[in-house]
């Protein structure tokens, strides 16, 4: 009888044991999968934050001749006065 018990017990815990296995084996993957998706998340916040700079350097070249051409068309409209 004690026998019977005793190998029963193992058999529930190794039971156990392959489902922890399992859970962690499948945790690893779900982990490795958001370790792949956050790099590349990663990459391409640098990528924008990239294109964001070229952007604002572009609108403040363009506000510059904005200005300059206001400017211009100041000093030629009091000259022609």
Do not use: P
């Amino acid at each position: 009888m004690d026998n019977m018990v005793c190998v029963e017990k193992h058999r529930s815990i190794e039971q156990r044991l392959n489902t922890q296995d399992k859970r962690l084996n499948n945790h690893s993957e779900r982990i490795d999968k958001l370790e792949q998706h956050q790099s590349r998340t990663e990459t391409k916040i640098e990528n924008l934050c990239e294109q964001i700079k070229s952007l604002v350097t572009t609108i403040k070249w363009a506000m510059g001749l904005t200005i300059t051409t206001l400017l211009g068309f100041f000093v030629w409209y009091i000259q022609n006065m």
